[in-house]
């Protein structure tokens, strides 16, 4: 932990001389962290030694299905306009969510004429575990 701290205030220091002695126009500077694309590391001088990912590879895909799968509840939410929990064809259909009226057949596997999220939860999974087997 003191190596560290050592080394975050070696490089902390170097930093703010440098800066005291570079101009602001010299073009060997590095860009402001406005102008430079967003790192995928905290911070930019940190030693490479010292850097980690801000997330890590295997909860990023998880991370991002849980993302996706949040806003496709809140559309369905919106969609149902009648607040049964349920969605019909014809919902689906006017609230945009093409995907749901192509599909409608598959996803109503019951043909009860309305589909729950669950519903298509289990169609999506349905849909993932075939592509992964081809």
Do not use: C, W
Request: proline residues 8%; charged residues 25%.
């Amino acid at each position: 932990m003191k190596l560290l701290q050592l080394a975050m205030l070696t490089v902390v220091m170097a930093m703010s001389q440098a800066g005291a002695q570079t101009p602001a126009t010299d073009p060997v500077a590095p860009a402001p962290a406005a102008v430079r694309s967003t790192p995928a590391y905290p911070e930019p001088y940190l030693p490479p030694a010292l850097r980690k990912p801000l997330r890590d590879a295997t909860t990023g895909p998880v991370l991002l299905r849980y993302q996706a799968m949040q806003k496709l509840k809140k559309r369905f939410d919106d969609a149902d306009l009648d607040g049964s929990g349920t969605l019909t064809r014809d919902e689906a259909r006017k609230a945009g969510l093409g995907f749901i009226d192509k599909n409608f057949e598959h996803i109503d596997t019951y043909q009860r004429g309305n589909v729950s999220f669950d519903d298509l939860k289990a169609y999506l999974m349905q849909r993932r575990e075939e592509a992964r087997s081809r």
